[in-house]
């Protein structure tokens, strides 16, 4: 089941990582990167877009001149504004939002969650809204987002729910696409919004419903395929449990 989903996440990024860019042509040639100079530009385009203006008052111009080097150095990484400004939020929320392993599909979730909470109330929070707010009437740029920030971290999200089927916490039916959206949708609600506070314990909470659900679902599933005897034999210690019996 992720295996696919991989592979459908993998058709939408347009990085394929043997030197085929955004665009889906070839990179420039010319010297060997700058990786100090590729730093400088990425830092500099997030301190630009925090301020006031945003996504459309940033220039390229801006960016080379902040960062000390040439506008056709900016071009040589990054074909256009907005898959430099998606990179520039992706690259400084990469290591944060890795997904741990916990040996809980539950909790591997809700850290991740928190830490993307925690971003989104962070300083960076306002380059997320610039790029969703600037993505509504640029198709390139939520594109680019889409890219170079969700998809990448959807893949990685594919694995974790993964290895929780592979653990018996989630149906192996399960759609991983509704799962994700289920959890990471309200996130992006209030934040966007912000009909009611966001803070990390929210994580917590959706994490439980969705995914605890999940768990009565593959729970009711298993007491569906007990032979009759079996399946009241489970009812009666149920029972018990609660003071039922």
């Given amino acids: 089941m992720a295996q696919n989903h991989t592979r459908r996440a993998d058709a939408r990024s347009r990085d394929n990582g043997n030197g085929i860019n955004a665009t889906g042509g ?10 100090e100079s590729r730093q400088s530009i990425l830092r500099s ?6 301020q006031d203006g945003g996504f459309p008052e940033l220039s390229i111009e801006a960016i080379a001149a902040d960062a ?25 929320a990469d290591e944060e939002l890795r997904f741990p392993d916990t040996g809980s599909v539950q909790s ?15 300083k960076r929070g306002k380059v997320v809204a610039a790029l969703l707010a600037g993505g509504q009437s640029d198709p390139e740029l939520i594109e680019a987002f889409r890219d170079r920030f969700l998809w990448p971290r959807r893949r990685q999200a594919y694995q974790t729910l993964q290895r929780g089927i592979d653990r018996g916490e989630i149906p192996a039916d399960s759609d991983l696409d509704l799962i994700l ?45 007990l032979p009759a005897k079996a399946y009241r034999s489970v009812a009666k210690s149920n029972r018990c449990l609660i003071g039922l019996a």
């Fill in 68 to 92: 000390n080097v040439g506008k056709t150095t900016v071009y040589r990484w990054w074909p256009t504004k907005a898959a430099l400004v998606a990179d520039a939020f992706s690259a400084s």
């Fill in 108 to 122: 591997d979730m809700s850290l991740q969650m928190r830490r993307l909470i925690r971003i989104f109330r962070s």
């Fill in 45 to 50: 385009t997030l301190k630009l877009l925090k």
């Fill in 26 to 35: 070839k990179r420039p040639p010319g010297r060997p990167r700058s990786e």
């Fill in 181 to 225: 959206d289920s959890l990471y949708g309200p996130i992006y609600m209030r934040f966007l919004i912000r009909h009611d506070k966001l803070d990390e314990s929210f994580a917590d909470e959706i994490c439980g419903l969705v995914l605890n659900g999940l768990k009565r679902r593959s729970h009711r599933q298993t007491l569906s395929h």
